[in-house]
């Protein structure tokens, strides 16, 4: 079964430097997902203004991933951890016991990323961050996993759950699919472009929740950037 969520039906926050559009209900906004798809629990669209951003705030039980579409974001952290992620690179923060983190865009020209929150499979786990690089080139016409808790998924930033979120650039005309083992779910995240999702069409910054099939079967109207989260 496929649930298609437009973009133009998501929750939306705005301040004059930040342009919030939200898949899960958050901060006080509804949703078309409401507050959860399995352990899934938030998926934000942000556009962020050039030389603005997130000041210090806490986390805590949540893993969080970011996935910088365009420009980049800097991060600082209480555990002394600081790094910038551009462009089709990803982060992960384990939240676990507490942590404070500061997102910043400092870079002259908006950001737009995708922050997800996913549950741990524990509460209670070491604070942490990382990044990784993911080229293009490596995610063209095929899923590279990006972030994943599975023990048979390799090269991925760790998360502490039984999800793996994948990426890939499909052009024109390329079609892959993605199998889902019994009892699974998947949620799907057009970046960019035109495609079929098991036949049902999806536009840019849509997404879809994928439940009770055995596989996501992407087909590319035009060049496209898509995410997929498979879960528990």
Known sequence: MIRVIPFATLGRFQLDWLDSHFHFSFAGVPAPMGTRFGPLRVWNDDHIE???GFDQHPHANMEIITYV???AISHRDSLGNEG?????DVQVMTAGTGIHHAEWNREDEATL?????IEPNRMGLEPGWRQAQFPRGDRAGKLIALASGQASVADALPIH???T???????????LTHA???GRRAYVVLADGKMTLN???LGPRDGAAVTESAEVELRAQTDSEVLVFDLP
């Open 84 to 88: 910038r992620t551009p462009a089709g």
């Open 69 to 71: 579409r365009r420009g």
């Open 180 to 182: 889902l083992a019994p």
């Open 113 to 117: 990323l995708y922050q997800i929150w």
């Open 199 to 201: 036949g049902s069409g």
């Open 50 to 52: 050039a030389r603005s």
């Open 161 to 163: 759950q039984d999800a």
């Open 165 to 175: 979120l994948y990426g890939a650039l499909l052009p024109q005309g390329a079609a």
